[in-house]
């Protein structure tokens, strides 16, 4: 078995409970299968990055899981498409060795020191800043 991750957008016109029966019917659909749930997220309401079908919001929900590739090619990729409520989806295989069942973390960011935030150095390890400050006043000098 191999490890997919799909997305789909559905109408954003659904009610809640309709939403809630197309991500349980997706999520029946590969357990019955012989496909194992790994995570979903729902994304919710979002904007589309361009109209679909009149639409500009759609409803995103993400499904990882793990099953065979005749599944995925027939199967689920016909339940999307017979599927008037769903408005686009993707189906991605994930490599086995870059994918880790953990969830991601958050990049660690770096703050920098607050007296140097700010001043570069130059070739010769001077300030920047301060040479500029120095050119500044020269030319309001001449003026």
């Known amino acids: 078995m191999r490890t997919y991750e799909t997305i789909f957008i559905l109408k954003s016109e659904l009610t809640t409970e309709e939403q809630e029966k197309h991500i349980e019917f997706y999520k029946e659909n590969i357990t019955s299968h012989g496909g194992e749930i790994v995570k979903v997220e729902v994304w919710g309401k979002q904007a589309l990055a361009y109209p679909i079908e009149k639409s500009t919001e759609g ?69 920047v800043e301060d040479m500029q400050e120095e050119a500044v006043a020269t030319e309001e000098g001449q003026e």
């Open 59 to 127: 409803f995103y929900v993400l499904i990882q899981f793990k099953a065979e590739g005749d599944y995925v090619n027939n199967e689920l990729e016909k339940r999307y498409q017979f599927n008037e409520d769903v408005i686009r989806y993707v189906i991605v295989m994930l490599d086995e060795k870059k994918f880790k069942q953990n969830p991601r973390k958050e990049p660690v960011r770096r703050e920098r020191p607050a007296d140097k935030a700010g001043k570069a150095k130059s070739e010769n390890g001077e300030e």
